[in-house]
């Protein structure tokens, strides 16, 4: 079955002087509809990337990185099967949709998936990928969130959160008594009796932590600590409050 596929290309600007190392990020887009459709309601993919493109070594390994993460939230590849490129990942969602619409003709609804991925550059060393994503593959509803990962701009490799604090603790202890505030929560409380779903009954940070020059976010996804039906869990601050934590290996001009 024919398909549509559409591909944009918008080239970004290069790094500011103080992150100069021969490298620009590139502003990607695609998208593949199904032709198998309910009317005008037809299955459908649009990713938009930051695409790294210079000299170094650890852009390739940065842009397989987005790839390979994209990949996790839309793929219906067996275990372990890792694609090429952002079309054949598209194809597979496609095919998938249209194989169990050929099968079950009357019952599935046309799928969706939608990701957004945002490269923040924090230092020549570090930056932060952050992605926001929207999928629907049936069901009650759709499944939404945002996933915050931090890549070194020398190795292309993942820098775990902890490793870009001095003071972990201490910052985790900030949001905790934000978090306590906002929902006007008293030590000792039972988390669980107040329709929170921490392990344990136990305060704990979220793993996704996004980070700009202005603030820092703490998110929790849908369902991570509470139900769905909350939403997501978002603890803002300003860079500034959360600066004192931070490891100054990586932030720094």
């Known amino acids: 079955m024919r398909k549509i596929l559409f591909l944009l290309f918008v080239t970004g600007s290069f790094w500011s002087c103080k992150q100069a190392d021969n490298g620009r990020v590139e502003e990607k887009k695609y998208a593949l509809k199904s032709q198998i459709c309910r009317g005008d309601d037809c299955s459908k993919v649009e990713i938009e990337i930051p695409y790294f493109s210079g000299d170094k070594k650890s852009f390739t390994v940065i842009n397989d990185e987005i790839l390979q993460q994209v990949s996790s939230l839309i793929s219906f590849a067996e275990t372990g099967e890792q694609f090429e490129n952002y079309e ?47 999928t629907f593959t049936g069901g009650a509803h759709g499944n939404y969130g945002k996933i915050s990962q931090f890549y070194d701009m020398e190795t292309g490799k993942t820098v775990p ?8 603790s201490g910052f985790e202890k900030m949001v905790k008594d934000k978090f306590y505030a906002i929902y006007k929560l008293n030590e ?55 600066k004192p934590y931070l490891n100054p290996v990586y932030f720094k001009n």
Request: negative net charge.
């Open 88 to 134: 054949e990942l598209m194809q597979n969602f496609i095919q998938s949709y249209e194989k169990i619409k050929t099968d079950f003709p009357n019952e599935p609804i046309p799928w969706e998936a939608k990701i957004d991925v945002d490269a923040e550059r924090l230092s020549k060393q570090l930056v932060n990928v952050t992605y926001d994503f929207y």
């Open 161 to 168: 959160v902890k490793q870009l604090f001095v003071n972990y």
């Open 188 to 242: 000792g409380d039972s988390l669980e009796e107040k329709g929170f779903m921490f392990e344990d009954n136990r305060f704990y940070l979220a793993d996704n932590i996004m980070i700009s020059d202005d603030d820092v976010e703490v998110y929790y996804n849908p369902y991570e600590i509470a139900p769905y039906a909350n939403g997501a869990t978002e603890l803002k601050f300003t860079f500034d409050e959360v």
